[in-house]
């Protein structure tokens, strides 16, 4: 936010420097304009419905120290709160709108309480100005006139000092097009993900904020703005679990949760959190991120942390973390899948599978894979005609279409489809396993043949945006399985490959 240009001018104006203006020797009072280099303010809460503020003014020379008694801020705006626009008299009476005797002026190594005087304060979002003249017990006078907007904050029940997160992107069946942030915050004993270890002593919240796509997944944070409570996946809110969720037991990862535990004081708190707002900020040392919220006991909870917020990529599957050459590949297969089993899809599918030469292919065994190499699977799409050879052409990797080639999908190992890369490697028990994948995301396929001899050309870019090239030519083995039932699409559970461990490890911190 952009400065704004400021001044506390401070005015002595006593008796003898009012008969000394009219001498030869003081020809003026002394009038010395402060610049405010900071202020800051606390809401202090409330006493006998009244609420306290202290708002502190600092300068090069000291700090004006200034209690002001205002209305109560609602509980649920107490991450925005505002002193009211009105007229604050000194006193020390304790009276609605005024400001307390209590308060100070502090010049260099000398502090004074404040005696007399008012000040006129107007707020508007967010910005505070303060104008008149307030008096010290020394009898000095204060002209001032003060703009700025003031991070006014509550105080809270517990400062975080432990985070860790994941960025899950969007879900294609729950919230498409809407991201999920998945975030822990732990004050206390925590284990290695930063959530509260089972026999430990201290708070954590655990929650998922949704919000917009960030554009690259790896390099996710969340966003700097204040978060709602919402039971349904959308932008700018942290879920949490309506009251009949709860009540009909249903378990959900993304509920929003809060939890203490201190076995000496025999407190042992799992609840869920029903309401609130949270405010992500940018700070000089990564982001600040504030906790109002509602537990289902009916209590409220005030909490803040400050620090670099981690948010793991677990959207991207791309293992790949540069440019990809594929190495040569020297066998090829054909696969006729037959027609989309998705309705209204007017094509065909097919696949091609294409494989370095120190790979051995299983195609009667949906084309299970031994030894080390590279390979890759290609899916085209076809007219209905076509059921014996694939069209020539160049195939745009994207929807399911006619004439386009299939984009990598999926989650895990048996449940991808489209064109992917895959590496394979022995591990030290002697299998084939795939360590190196990558599913393709936009690009081109492009399909040549002379004679019996097939081109395949790929140009593609995977998830990560790195690109991947590879070429084959050659024969291709013709597989018909058209009469294999279509393998059925499902919803699966949100985890992708190698990544699963952690996730499971995140949803059962909700149990």
Known sequence: MKRLSYVVSFVLLSSLATISCSSDDNKSSSTNPITVDQATGTYLGKVEDKGNFAIVLKTKQGEFNLKFISDVVKDENLL??????????????????????????????????ITAGELAVVSANGTHTFKGTLQDEQGVKYDINYTQAIDIEPIYDVTYEIQNGWYWGDNVFDHPNVAEYMTY?????????????????????????????????????????TFKASTAFEVGAFRVGSKEAIENGEDDYSFASFQHKDKAAGIDEELYILDGSIKVMEHKQGQEIRFNILLENGTRHLGKYTGTVKQGDQYTISTLRADKEVKKLT?????????????????????????????????????????????????????????TDIPLGEFP????????????GGSEVGLDWGTWFFEQTINREG????????????????VEKTGDQYTITVNAIDDRENKITASYTGALTFVNNASKAAAQQTKVAKKSYGKGTKFDAAKNSRK
């Open 431 to 446: 299998e084939s396993v795939t360590s190196g994948f990558a599913p393709t995301r936009t690009g081109t396929v492009k």
């Open 80 to 113: 925005e709160a505002a002193i009211k626009s009105e007229t604050y008299i000194v006193s020390d009476a304790g009276h609605l709108y005024t400001l307390s005797s209590a308060s100070t002026v502090k010049n260099a190594a000398i502090v004074s309480k």
């Open 185 to 225: 915050f732990t004050q206390g004993d925590a284990n290695s993900y930063g959530e509260l270890k089972e026999d430990g002593t201290g708070y954590h919240i655990s929650l998922s904020f949704f919000d917009q796509m960030a554009p690259k997944a790896w390099e996710a944070k969340v966003p700097n703005k």
């Open 331 to 387: 066998q090829g297969f054909m696969e006729y899948k037959g027609k989309s089993p998705i309705t209204a899809k007017q094509n065909n599918r097919w696949n091609l599978y294409l494989y370095s030469e120190t790979l051995t292919p299983h195609p009667g065994q949906y084309f299970w894979v031994e030894g080390s190499g590279e390979w890759m699977r290609v899916t085209l799409y076809t007219d209905l005609n076509a059921t």
């Open 397 to 408: 990797i994207g929807d399911e279409n006619v004439g386009n080639a299939g984009e990598g």
